[in-house]
């Protein structure tokens, strides 16, 4: 387990291991300290509460695997799990905050954690709280990024059908499908839940107006993220009705052709099968061989060319005939 400690704040950060940050964090006050568990850990390890020397049996969930997105106030801890994008897979950091420290505990390398470290020491913010907030900010930018980011994907993906329709497509646009769902599922949980704790949090008439001024910050940035993956659904289901638009269109070209070979030899098989009958008066009147050319010849080909004027002067012979133009441009 790597430990870093952060000294606010100044913003000093000391690599260590978790007895030292367990002694740093019985000594000393105003401590930001990151926790990297394994990715792996057997299930009889203590308890990461139990590691830090942290009193309370509603500490059990902090560090667990598995636990699920939560947010929590009682008046002097702050116990939140909070979701993050990490490589386009969502990850969760586990949060306490307490009025002498705050730490976050996270399963193997989280990139945003060593850049929000970074970031503390060169903001500097004022208190543990405001270092929370800016935890959350940070979060939330992964979410509104990866939601960017699919939204261009799946503007060019449409681009992609227009200009030629394939099969894998279909393929890409159910992974970006699921990939705002996936987003929107994880986040909107933590979204009510802080929702709820700071509606309570902002009627106590004691809060700072520098607590305020977080809060409103928060929200705006929750609404932005959350607005971000509403437009990546929305894009992935404009994309979808694209695609069937599209499969209806083709659909229908393919109909006009059939009908088209209908409308031509649907005539000739029927003269022919009139004229291929064995009754007597075909056999005993229809003797001659004008008679023959004159039926099953000649009025064949008036039927054909009869078929053929139709066609040409019917409006889906000219949908035919645009569609057959753009299949040749493609």
Known sequence: ????????????????????????????????????????????????????????????????????????????????????VEDDNVVHVHVLLRDRYLITVHRGPVELMEDFIARLCHDRPADLVACLFLLLQSALDTFRRSAGQGV???????????????????????LLRRSASLLHHELLPFAQGMQELLTRRVVDSTLPEERRALHRTYERNMTQALAAIESLQDGTRRVMLTYSSLVSGEQNAVINRLTVVSMIFLPLTFITGFFGMNFNYMTNELTSEGVFWLLAVGLQIVILFAALYLVRHMQFWRELRDDSGRDTDD
């Not at 950060?13 to 926790?35: F, K, N, P, Q």
């Not at 994907?153 to 681009?159: A, H, K, Q």
């Open 1 to 84: 387990m790597i430990a870093s400690v952060v000294s606010m704040p100044d913003g000093a950060v000391t690599r260590t291991g978790l007895s030292e940050a367990r002694e740093r964090l019985a000594a000393s006050d105003c401590l930001m300290v990151d926790i990297e568990l394994p990715e792996e850990m057997p299930p009889e390890a203590q308890p990461v509460s139990g590691l830090l020397g942290l009193d309370g049996d509603t500490l059990e969930w902090f560090g667990r695997d598995g636990e699920p997105v939560r947010t929590e106030y009682d008046g002097e801890t702050g116990g939140l799990v909070v979701p993050l």
């Open 152 to 174: 261009l994907g799946v503007e060019d993906l449409e681009d992609e059908m227009f200009v030629r329709r394939r099969q894998r497509q279909v393929y890409r646009l159910a």
